[in-house]
């Protein structure tokens, strides 16, 4: 079982509308999560950070919040547009050594 | 693509044939990463490079082999390409060790596809 959850697999919503994707992970001791975002035939790239202390983290229209006694993180998108048509990754640190646990992704769509 | 460059961006090759990937920067970071990406699957770490001549394995090392002779260049090699290891591939660099806060950078990705 990966360490590293992310529901849903795909999600497809109109332009214009919110939409929040979940992180759920195992990894301990926590050190950080990082949320990426990868669009097609490309490389993911950084959104936010957040460490243990910081709950929630902004990125323009990217909100991602983190809940460390749950084990939970979500990213909120608001007022989508095409452009966030994207795969969008959760990466999960461990504190005592250098492992990274990527979740597999949502693969958002937006419509006009 | 924060000054990384993949080649070659596609391949196709038979099982048994040896492949070489290539990943070049220009940030002169120390960290260097070769990751997998499947189906289903999150990001997996192949192998990894802390300086010149410097590498460890990932989760996933077994068929791969690696080498960095220059701070800016990273070669992962399947010595003999099998099914398995069609995927996508992508080279990743960081300033500091992994899964510190220093973020990570991804290049845009080989696609690999073995017959």
């Known amino acids: 079982k990966n360490q590293v959850e992310q529901s849903p697999q795909s999600l497809i919503i109109l332009e214009g509308k919110n939409c929040t994707l979940q992180c759920n992970y195992t990894v301990s001791p926590f050190s950080n999560l990082r949320w990426y975002k990868q669009d097609t035939g490309r490389g993911p790239v950084s959104l936010t950070i957040?460490?243990?202390?910081?709950n929630t983290k902004s990125n323009g229209r990217y909100t991602a919040t983190l809940d460390a006694d749950t084990k939970q993180s979500s990213l909120h998108i608001t007022a989508s547009q095409l452009s966030d048509s994207a795969s969008y990754i959760c990466v999960v640190s461990a504190l005592n050594n250098n492992d990274m646990r990527f979740g597999a992704g949502t693969r958002l769509t937006v419509k006009p | 693509d924060a000054g990384i460059t993949q080649s070659p961006r596609h391949k196709v090759t038979e099982t048994g044939t040896p492949v070489t990937l290539r990943c070049h920067q220009t940030e002169n970071h120390r960290y260097m990463y070769w990751y997998r990406q499947d189906p289903g699957h999150g990001l997996r770490l192949i192998h990894y490079?802390?300086?010149?001549?410097?590498?460890d394995k990932g989760e996933v090392s077994d068929g791969y082999s690696v080498s960095r002779s220059k701070t800016e260049d990273f070669l992962l090699t399947l010595e003999s390409a099998t099914s398995s290891q069609t995927s996508v591939y992508f080279c990743?660099?960081?300033?500091?060790?992994?899964?510190?806060?220093?973020?990570?950078?991804f290049g845009p990705g080989t696609r690999l596809l073995v017959l």
């Open positions: 990743a660099i960081s300033e500091s060790r992994r899964g510190g806060q220093e973020t990570q950078y």
């Open positions: 957040m460490t243990f202390s910081e």
């Open positions: 490079s802390y300086g010149v001549k410097d590498t």
